[in-house]
């Protein structure tokens, strides 16, 4: 996704600076709980492949109701959940309509293509939001020798646009019109649960016009491992079979599924904290020389911000940073993303800042 360097620095050397590892490069870096690691010692399991595992069967049950959904299917990975969308509500040849830096484009292995046959047509939207004017334009029209449009995606909370958040408005526009025309659409909602909270909404408000919903347990919530994947009955039983089609098929996966199940239930209660980090991140790197945000448009847990006016390239000033034990990625040669999440606390955060200003010193 990002100019990462966490492979280039050994613990040892990570330590070098005497002081605890800040690590923003994103909230998949979590650590489970003690609690989650007791739920997943404890958890009672079976054949996931066979339906049997009482764990696993739980979570979905408990996401379908959260969702208010007829079924929602347990998957290892986001990216899985959002092809596995792909392919259902899709045909070989068509055109997927997707923000240019939405993650399904850019960040999974071009399975857009590889495993449904589709075509991305991106837009650029402003924040990553886009609106159903700028999407009516790109639809194909009904020429037989066009590629024609099978399915509309959108993200929220948008990863590359600084986690910005869909207002409820123009999403359900989008989902009303699509619908009108007889098209699906699909919510990569990994980090759905920030934007309910950025909103003070429900997600089942949020969510409630998609064809189907991807969210992802193993961010902002907190778990370990997995993403589940939420719609109707039948369209559950035909992910069911693509999931085990791409390897899918976990066997005795209650032992993740505890882990997320805590997730599910408690994670979304401390992610206001992690939006409150995210700001303060933001509001403290604007009055840093060379760095160039926008603190107003921070709404979640995500802060991007430009480097140019320091002279430094994203990589240089990743690799400085983790001399100082505080790991973030570049997403551009002069851009760098921090996310917040629960093993970040304001104090780490406050680190990270002054890190970032004697580097710009």
């Not at 699509?178 to 699909?186: D, I, N, S, T, W």
């Not at 950025?198 to 907190?222: H, Q």
């Not at 085990?244 to 997320?260: I, W």
Request: glycine fraction near 8%; aromatic fraction near 6%.
């Amino acid at each position: 996704m990002a100019i990462q360097v966490q492979n280039a620095f050994q613990s040892d050397e990570r330590n070098m600076a005497g002081a605890a590892m800040v690590d923003l490069r994103s909230d998949t870096v979590t650590k489970p709980t003690p609690e989650m690691r007791r739920a997943m010692a404890e958890a009672e399991v079976g054949d996931d492949v066979y339906g049997e595992d009482p764990t696993v069967n739980h979570l979905e049950r408990r996401a379908a109701e959260i969702f208010v959904r007829e079924a929602a299917i347990f998957v290892p990975s986001g990216t899985m959940g959002n092809q596995i969308a792909i392919k259902i509500h899709t045909r070989q040849g068509q055109e997927v309509i997707c923000e240019e830096r939405a993650h399904i484009f850019n960040y999974e292995m071009a399975m857009l293509a590889h495993f449904s046959g589709c075509m991305p047509r991106p837009i650029y939207g402003e924040d990553g939001i886009l609106t159903w004017k700028e999407i009516e334009k790109r639809i194909s029209p009904k020429i037989y020798y066009r590629a024609q449009t099978g399915l509309i995606a959108l993200e929220n909370t948008h990863n590359m646009a600084g986690g910005s958040v869909y207002p409820p408005e123009i999403a359900d526009e989008i989902c009303d019109r699509a619908h009108e025309m007889r098209l699906p659409v699909h919510l990569d909602g990994a980090r759905i649960f920030n934007a309910s909270v950025a909103l003070g909404k429900p997600v089942r408000e949020i969510t409630k016009k998609f064809d189907s919903v991807m969210f992802c347990l193993s961010k902002g919530l907190g778990a370990p491992v997995g993403s589940l994947l939420v719609g109707s009955r039948n369209f559950i039983e035909q992910a069911r079979v693509y999931r085990k089609s791409l390897g899918g098929g976990m066997r005795q996966a209650g032992v993740l599924a505890a882990a997320g199940i805590i997730a599910l239930e408690k994670g979304p209660e401390r992610l206001r904290e992690d939006h409150e980090n995210a700001r303060f991140l933001a509001e403290g790197l604007a009055s840093i020389r060379g760095i160039a945000i926008a603190p107003a448009k921070v709404k979640t847990n995500i802060v991007v911000f430009d480097i140019s006016g320091t002279g430094m390239s994203s990589e240089e000033m990743a690799r400085e940073l983790a001399a100082k034990n505080i790991l973030a990625s570049g997403i551009g040669p002069q851009a760098i993303r921090l996310v917040t999440h629960t093993d970040v606390d304001r104090a780490a955060c406050t680190r990270a800042l002054e890190g970032i200003r004697e580097i710009c010193r």
